[in-house]
C-alpha cells in the first residue's frame, strides 16, 4: 500500500510530524509512504532532513497566496499529473494549511480517498491566519476520514458536525500525540552545572498563559534560586513586560530555528506551560523526547495527552496552584529523566491510522475487507 502525506507548512513543527509519520509508515510491513513539503520548508536545512518526495512551491506573503489561491484550477491539473504516475492508496494531510483545498482537488480526480489530521477544532485567541478555521472545515467536510490526536479535538469536531460515529457520517479517529525527537537526548550526566532552569518555549500568545506565569514567578519571591528563560516570538504585552521585571527572568521575543531547538531543550530542567486553553501540546512532546520534565496546567487536551507520563506534572490553572507547582519543581534537585523512545511511539500511531483507514481505502477500490 502507498500512501501520500502531506504538510505544505513552512515554519513549526507540522512538517517535521509529516516526516514522521511518513517514516513511520515506511515501517511497517508492505506501506510505503511518499511525503510531500513546502520546497521552502525550514525543516529541509536542518541536520537530518527528510526527503522531501514531492516538494510544492508555496507562497511568502499575503500576496503570493492570493496568487496560488488565484491560479488554484490550474494548480490542482497540475498536481494531478505528478500524483498519477505514484500509484496511491490513500492519503493523509498532517493539519491543515491554506492551499490544501488544491491537493483534495488533485486527489478527487484521481480517485484517492484522505485524511486529515487535525490539530485544533477551533482556533485559539489570538491564533491563526485569516479564513483559516473556513478553509480547514471546508477541507474537513471534503475529507472521507479525519484525525483527532486528543479526545478533546474530536469532541470539537463533532460539535462542528464534520465527523462522528452514526452510521453513514464521516469517521473520527482517535490517535494521540507522540514525542517530537529534535535531535538525541543528552545523558542525566551531560547536564551543566548550575541552578534550576525552568523554560517557557513556545508562540507568545493570550491563550498560552504569559500572565499567569508572570504572577506565578512573581509570588516565588525576590531571589527564588532559578533562571528562567521565556522564549519564542509574539506581539508584545503586559505580561511580557512582567516577566521582564523580574531580574532572574530571560524574556527572548524572536522566532527559534528548527536547529536551535535541542540546544534550548539541552539548557533546560523542565518545560512550563501555564497555558489557558489547548489542544495538545507540540513543545510538550519535544521535551518529552529530550527526556525533560513538563509542568503543564490541566486545560483541553493536555491532561489527555501528559496525565500519564512519568515526567509530567499537571496543575489547575490559576496562580496559585502554578506557584506551588513550580515551587516544587524548583526545590527539586535538577535531573534529567529517561527520553522516551519517539519512533516506538510514531510506530504505534501508524499502525493505529493503517488499521483505521482501512475501511475507506477498500471502499475506494470496491473490494471487500480483507479477514481479520
Not at 110 to 123: R, S, T
Not at 200 to 226: E, N, Q, S, W
Not at 349 to 370: F, S, T, V
Request: a positive charge; glycine letters at 10%.
Amino acid at each position: 500500500m502507498r500512501i501520500l502525506v502531506w504538510q505544505w507548512g513552512r515554519h513549526g513543527s507540522a512538517p517535521r510530524l509529516a516526516a514522521l509519520l511518513a517514516g513511520a509508515l515506511r515501517a511497517c510491513p508492505e506501506t510505503d509512504a511518499v511525503l510531500s513539503l513546502a520546497a521552502g520548508a525550514e525543516l529541509l536545512h536542518a541536520p537530518n532532513a527528510p526527503t522531501n518526495d514531492l516538494p510544492i512551491e508555496t507562497y511568502r506573503s499575503a500576496a503570493g497566496f492570493a496568487a496560488r489561491f488565484a491560479l488554484a484550477p490550474v494548480l490542482a491539473r497540475r498536481l494531478t499529473r505528478q500524483l498519477d504516475p505514484l500509484g496511491l492508496d490513500l492519503a493523509i494531510c498532517m493539519q491543515p494549511g491554506p492551499l490544501d483545498l488544491v491537493m483534495a482537488a488533485a486527489l478527487r480526480r484521481l480517485g484517492v480517498k484522505f485524511a486529515v489530521v487535525v490539530h485544533d477544532a477551533d482556533a485559539h485567541p489570538g491564533d491563526g491566519w485569516p479564513l483559516q478555521m473556513a478553509l480547514q472545515r471546508r477541507l474537513c467536510r471534503q475529507a472521507d476520514a479525519l484525525v483527532a490526536l486528543s479526545d478533546h479535538v474530536a469532541a470539537g469536531l463533532r460539535a462542528q458536525g464534520l465527523g462522528g460515529s452514526a452510521a453513514g457520517t464521516r469517521p473520527i479517529l482517535h490517535g494521540f500525540h507522540p514525542p517530537l525527537p529534535f535531535g538525541p537526548a543528552l545523558r542525566p550526566a551531560a547536564r551543566a552545572p548550575g541552578p534550576p532552569r525552568p523554560l517557557f518555549f513556545g508562540r507568545l500568545l493570550p491563550y498560552k498563559g504569559l500572565d499567569l506565569l508572570a504572577a506565578a514567578l512573581a509570588g516565588l519571591g525576590a531571589a527564588p534560586g532559578c533562571a528562567v528563560r521565556v522564549v519564542g516570538s509574539g506581539p508584545d504585552s503586559a505580561a511580557l513586560a512582567a516577566l521582564r521585571a523580574l531580574p532572574w527572568v530571560t524574556v527572548e521575543n524572536r522566532w527559534v530555528p528548527e536547529e536551535e531547538v535541542p540546544t534550548l531543550l539541552a539548557w533546560s530542567d523542565a518545560l512550563v506551560l501555564p497555558y489557558k486553553e489547548a489542544s495538545q501540546s507540540g513543545v510538550a512532546a519535544a521535551a518529552l523526547a529530550f527526556g525533560r520534565r513538563v509542568l503543564a496546567t490541566r486545560v483541553g487536551g493536555l491532561a489527555e495527552q501528559l496525565g500519564a507520563e512519568p515526567l509530567a506534572e499537571l496543575c489547575a490553572p490559576d496562580v496559585g496552584s502554578l506557584t506551588g507547582a513550580i515551587a516544587r519543581l524548583i526545590a527539586t534537585p535538577p535531573t534529567m529523566g529517561a527520553a522516551v523512545d519517539p519512533a516506538a511511539a510514531w510506530r504505534r500511531l501508524a499502525g493505529l491510522l493503517l488499521q483505521g483507514l482501512q475501511p475507506i481505502r477498500y471502499a475506494a477500490a470496491g473490494a471487500p475487507l480483507p479477514p481479520v
